[in-house]
């Protein structure tokens, strides 16, 4: 890939739950294996994973050349176990997308895949101090585009005042439920004073506020990944100069929408 020069949306892979579990109807589970063999794809060909925030100011510097976002989002417990140990291996980091009003919780909202436990209060500053990037996911998984104005300002603002109480240090990033947005979300993200929010989906919405990003799960082998590196330059929009789209424009979410994969 050439080297980005900030005009592009970068390229960021979106992951969920790392753990050997084989009942995946929505395909959100890679296996601690698998994430090893991507890491080492990625490594092999000079490219190091990093949190979103991290990537978007050197990107903002000039020095983003090799550098590829990596997300986890819901805020799986086994994060620290199946994840943070093969990152650390292969000296990444990550932006982990939380939910802090199911803090120690579990994944409710899949209706049809198993029940996985979500980081409690302490597993989230363990995220922290391990070096990994914590942003708000919402507050409970809400899809925001049919959520009001008193629902919205919760899964945005309070989620960002929860998770500066918890981890001492305010989240610059936000992820849309099911990579859902309209025009009204991605205002309210950006009034709750987040400095960038990841979609799925390129759209006219896709910003700073309204990041694409590229689902990856267990089917992604090498053949797979390099298939999605190369077609990601087609799949891309650039960048509007303004964070914010101009009014009536269009929703925009992940496949499927909030029925469909990925969560």
């Known amino acids: 890939m050439r080297a980005d020069n900030g005009s592009r949306a970068p390229w960021v892979l979106m992951y969920h739950s790392v753990s050997d579990c084989t009942q995946d109807p929505y395909r959100i589970t890679v296996a601690p294996a698998r994430l090893e063999r991507q890491l080492r794809w990625l490594r092999e060909r000079g490219l190091r994973g990093v949190g979103v925030g991290r990537l978007l100011r050197e990107r903002a510097a000039g020095r983003a050349a090799g550098l590829v976002g990596l997300t986890f989002d ?9 994840a943070l140990p093969v990152l650390r291996r292969h000296g990444c980091t ?20 198993p029940r996985k436990p979500l980081l409690d209060a302490d597993g989230v500053r363990a995220v922290a101090a391990a070096g ?3 942003g708000s996911h919402g507050l409970l998984h809400t899809v925001l585009t ?8 919760r899964e945005t603002a309070h989620s960002r005042a929860l ?15 099911y990579g859902t947005c309209d025009r009204r979300a991605v205002e309210a993200v950006r009034a709750a004073g987040y400095g ?4 799925i989906d390129p759209g006219p919405l896709t910003g700073l506020h309204a ?35 101009a009014a009536g424009a ?3 979410s992940g496949p499927g929408g909030p029925g469909g994969v990925p969560r």
Do not use: S
């Open 74 to 82: 819901d805020g799986y417990a086994d994060f620290l176990t199946g």
């Open 94 to 113: 990550a932006t982990v997308f939380v939910l802090p009003g199911r803090l120690g919780g579990v994944n409710a909202w899949d209706e049809e895949g």
């Open 132 to 134: 990994m990037e914590v």
């Open 146 to 153: 049919t959520a009001d104005d008193a629902g919205l300002e």
């Open 163 to 177: 998770l500066t109480e918890l981890t001492g240090t305010a989240p610059e990033g936000f992820c849309y439920p």
């Open 196 to 199: 960038y929010a990841c979609a």
């Open 211 to 245: 990041l694409p990003r590229v689902h990856i799960d267990a089917r992604d082998t090498a053949v797979r990944l390099y298939a999605k590196k190369v077609l990601h330059p087609l799949r891309r929009r650039p960048l509007p100069a303004a964070a914010v789209p």
């Open 250 to 252: 269009a929703a925009q």
